[in-house]
Each structure stands twice: as structure tokens, then as C-alpha cells.
């Protein structure tokens, strides 16, 4: 059995510990409030205005020489990750990680074989993980996205991956990242940036009338389309970095709490321990006193 005086620097250690995984804890706490309400805010003017452009770029005749919706044969790929830059969130980067390996594995095997596949790591994690390992990596930081995020920031690198695909640096263009869905759950999630995907088409129930939206548009259609698209991804992009910074604190949270729960676990068994360790002490002192007197009476 360890002595007292290892177990009393072991119960110091682990409270010092504890100390620090609460704090942790509660400024990941309040970090999640603001990234949870931006996002909740954010998420239905996203997912509207890719169904409205979605809906207007199948219903446009001229969506072939639309350059963002242009479907070529994937020679280069590029997936965009986005993971945290710090530690100490539970799964959330390795998760991210392993879904782009598992894509670039099975989707994407001859391009990366090729060395055809190119990683755009937004995070300092995806960035030291997908360099050490020597995989195609696109030059530049993006570390900076995460930190404070806002639209116009990410519009301006979001702008540079749009001008990669126009350009035909890329023919596809991924991104993998957490979507936010609650403080204890985050969804590893792949989306299309480009080129745009049609909708899917929706089962119609037979006894809904068919709506015919007749709009008139101010310039042309195809001028707003144009207009939009640009826009569109940017939010696209924009959105998946708040569901990320939404993730990376629920999941930091969740992490710490998990760690200080588990800390306070520990300390109890080491006050366990030390109690017994004192007790066998003092009862070998006693012995030892009962022993001294009995041999001076002999």
C-alpha cells in the first residue's frame, strides 16, 4: 500500500485537476450559449436560401452554362475540414478526421491514390494531422476562421475556394464538419460546395394541390441566380463554421464535465484509501507501544 504522504500529493494533484476541468467547463459553458443562439439564428436563412436557389437553378433553362452547377469528371478533389484548434473536446476532431479518411478511402481511392485529393484543413488540428501525415494539403492558414467568426471573414476565403473550382483547379469540391444538435451531441456531416447539387425531389402527396409560383423578376433570372450563388455558398461555408464552434464547445463541455465527475470519483477513493493506509498506521503504532511494554514488564 502506498504511504500517506504519496496519497495526500495525489489527492492534491487530482483536486488541482478538477479545478481546472470546472473551470473549463463552465467558460465552455457560456462560449455555447452565444455559438448555440448564432446558429439557431443562422441555420433557416442558410437552409432557405439553398432551397431557393436550388429550386431556381433547376427551373432555369440556362443552368447549363451556370459555371457553379457545372458537373465534370472528378480528377481533382478538394474536401474542406473543419476541426477545432484546441484540445480537450472528447471525439469531436478525431471524429472529423476519420470521416475524411473514410472518404478520401472509399470515395475518393483512385484521386488519392493519383495524388489527386487535396485537403483544405480549417483548424489548427486538421492542419498539424493531414501535414504530419503527408497528405496533399493546400498552402495557407485558416486557423484564423474559428477564432471570433464572421461572415466577412469567411466570405474572403470562401470567395478563394469558389475561385479554385471556377478557375477547374478542383472538379469537387467537400466539406466535412460537425453539425451542431445539442450540448451532448454533434453530427459528423459531408456536404457538396460544389458544384451545387439539385435538390432532392420530394414525395408528393397526391392529395395536395399542385402550386404554381408565378414570379416576376427584377432583373432577370438569370442575373439573380448569378448574384446569388456566390452568396449562397459563402453562407453555405459560413454555416458550417458556426455548427463547428457550436460542436467544439458542447462537446469541450461535455468533455470536462465528464472529467470532472470522474475526478471527484478518484478523490474519493484516494480519501478512501488514505483513511485505511492512517488507520493501518496508528493500529502498528499501537502494537508496536503494546509490544514495548509488554517486553519492559518481561
Not at 429550386?55 to 473543419?82: A, C, F, M, Q
Not at 467537400?174 to 432532392?200: D, H, R, S, W
Not at 459560413?238 to 465528464?258: F, N, P, Q, W
Not at 470519483?265 to 507501544?289: C, F, H, P
Request: overall charge positive.
Amino acid at each position: 500500500m502506498a504511504n500517506l504522504k504519496e496519497i495526500r500529493t495525489r489527492i492534491t494533484s487530482v483536486s488541482s485537476t478538477r479545478q481546472i476541468t470546472s473551470a473549463m467547463k463552465m467558460v465552455s459553458a457560456a462560449k455555447l450559449k452565444k455559438a448555440q443562439d448564432t446558429i439557431l439564428l443562422m441555420r433557416p436563412y442558410a437552409i432557405k436560401l439553398q432551397e431557393i436557389l436550388a429550386n431556381l437553378s433547376d427551373s432555369d433553362k440556362s443552368s447549363t452554362d451556370n459555371p457553379y452547377g457545372k458537373n465534370r469528371e472528378p480528377n481533382n478533389v478538394l474536401i474542406v475540414v473543419v476541426t477545432s484548434n484546441r484540445g480537450l473536446c472528447g471525439a469531436f476532431n478525431s471524429n472529423v478526421i476519420k470521416l475524411s479518411l473514410q472518404l478520401a478511402n472509399e470515395k475518393y481511392k483512385n484521386q488519392l491514390s493519383n495524388k489527386k485529393l487535396f485537403f483544405l484543413p480549417i483548424g489548427r488540428k486538421a492542419n498539424d494531422f493531414f501535414t504530419k501525415k503527408g497528405f496533399q494539403v493546400v498552402k495557407g492558414n485558416y486557423n484564423h476562421l474559428l477564432d471570433a467568426p464572421t461572415f466577412e471573414k469567411t466570405a474572403s476565403e470562401g470567395q478563394m475556394i469558389i475561385n479554385l473550382f471556377i478557375e477547374g483547379n478542383y472538379d469537387k469540391i467537400e466539406v466535412v464538419y460537425n453539425q451542431f444538435k445539442n450540448a451532448g451531441i454533434q453530427i459528423t456531416t459531408v456536404e457538396q460546395f460544389l458544384p451545387i447539387a439539385k435538390m432532392p425531389e420530394k414525395k408528393k402527396d397526391p392529395q395536395m394541390k399542385t402550386v404554381h409560383n408565378d414570379f416576376i423578376f427584377e432583373p432577370t433570372k438569370e442575373e439573380i441566380i448569378k448574384e446569388l450563388i456566390p452568396k449562397s455558398l459563402k453562407v453555405q461555408l459560413y454555416k458550417a463554421i458556426l455548427d463547428s464552434v457550436a460542436s467544439e464547445h458542447g462537446a469541450r463541455m461535455t468533455s470536462m464535465h465528464k472529467a470532472t465527475d470522474n475526478a471527484t470519483d478518484l478523490i474519493k477513493e484516494l480519501k478512501l484509501q488514505y483513511n485505511k493506509a492512517r488507520q493501518a498506521s496508528i493500529t502498528n503504532e499501537i502494537l508496536e507501544i503494546v509490544a514495548g511494554a509488554e517486553a519492559l514488564r518481561g
